[in-house]
């Protein structure tokens, strides 16, 4: 494997990978949210009107403080990089041997001794960009968040609720076509399934792991999910009838 | 402000700061997604029943697939950590030269010239450790993922459940004690509204922000999500009856 194969799989189609992963986490966490209120109705055997009103309660308050979380997160990380690189720029200034202690320990570390050592000093130290730049990467292991916040969690609530729309969709028809359908849970199922399914392969990507693991991964989360939703519901319904 | 005092940061009592970040995010996701559907079920003026069945399932199946999906996530990146760190050592076995050539762009863009750059490259491509960790940090500006997949993944759970059930509370409480209350959703949200106040104050030592910060935003983005939630109760009972 090269570099450059790797680095290509980065981008599918039109994508950035960035905002895949946003796509990906958005949707399996919509997508589960849902489905556990639909799975929990199941297994409480509840009205088609309560999967409504706590799948949609649920999708949009989720949905939204899910994408505005990942706002304030890629935020902070973006805020915190550039609050670490003032310091260094201050400290640089303000404790200046100290920093130059720190960029030879550096590279002494390497291997680096004598002559050669201080002349490397000497050249990165005379830089002040330079200078920050190598502390952030050697000595804060700091990398820049190149993502825009106001993407990332736009990305996230469209995925959010476009995927996590998907297991209350059977009710929704049943509901606006007056449809007597006993099987709305089981189609349910299904159609989240695929959704799981599809996500799962769009996972590989971001995870870089085969598409079988990223798929069966998502498929299992989701169901399990479920299983333990249905089962409460269940109990739940035992204790009050 | 010193380096000193901004790494010590990172510590607060006896917990680490990295579970500190997964007990935060656990703890608000745990406490909106519950607290959505108590909102929707007032809006809706559900009976308490509903609450629970439908909190509980979510609490369940959210709490877990939150901490499973945090599981995949923090191995994910350490494995790809690994993984890129053996395509490294690969490529300076079978490509050597051409990862001398990046070794002498790295330093030629820090300034380095001449001599100086090649008795640095040639010391630096003299050790294969220090050669790969300097690609890793200086070319790739991957930092390696030092949290333990378990941990976080144990810390999100526990936190999810241990704050997610607090807006149920009083449900719980009313429905034990056979207490004729009305109230109970005004209660939630009291309660809510502290656990907010108190995970808002912890997320200001993970995001390094002033806590005044932490409080207001967390609370407002609870306090938003419920909102919604209790418009879609609100409207959605107007439907139906």
């Known amino acids: 494997m090269t570099e450059d194969k790797m680095h290509s799989e980065g981008k599918i189609w039109i994508f950035d990978k960035a905002y895949i992963s946003e796509f990906v986490y958005g ?22 009107y309560y999967v409504l009103l706590f799948g949609f309660a649920n999708l ?17 990380e973006r805020d915190n990089f550039e609050k670490h690189k003032q ?33 490397v000093v000497k050249v990165i130290t005379s830089d002040k960009d330079v200078w920050v730049d190598t502390m952030m990467k050697e000595e804060l292991e700091m990398s820049k968040e190149t993502k825009a916040p106001l ?45 799981l399914m599809i996500v799962g392969y769009l996972k590989s990507y971001v995870t870089e792991k ?4 990223g798929v069966l991964e998502t498929v299992l989360l989701g169901g399990l999910a479920a299983v333990f939703a249905y089962f409460v519901g269940e109990v739940l319904a035992g204790w009050f009838t």
């Open 87 to 119: 310091v260094e720029y201050w400290e640089i200034e303000h404790l200046r041997e100290h920093e130059v202690q720190e960029i030879r320990e550096i590279y002494a570390a390497k291997g680096l001794t004598g002559q050669l050592l201080e002349d």
């Open 210 to 213: 085969p598409w079988v693991r």
């Open 151 to 195: 993407n990332t969690a736009f990305a996230t609530f469209v995925s959010f609720n476009v995927v996590g729309i998907i297991p209350l969709l059977s009710y929704v028809i049943a509901l606006i076509f007056d449809l007597n359908e006993s099987r709305l849970f089981l189609i349910s199922c299904i159609a989240t399934g695929i959704a």
């Open 27 to 48: 949707g399996i966490d919509g997508a589960i949210t849902t489905f556990a209120v639909v799975a929990g109705a199941a297994g409480a055997q509840a009205e088609i």
């Open 60 to 76: 949009i308050a989720d949905g939204f403080s899910m994408s505005v979380g990942n706002f304030f997160s890629v935020k902070t």
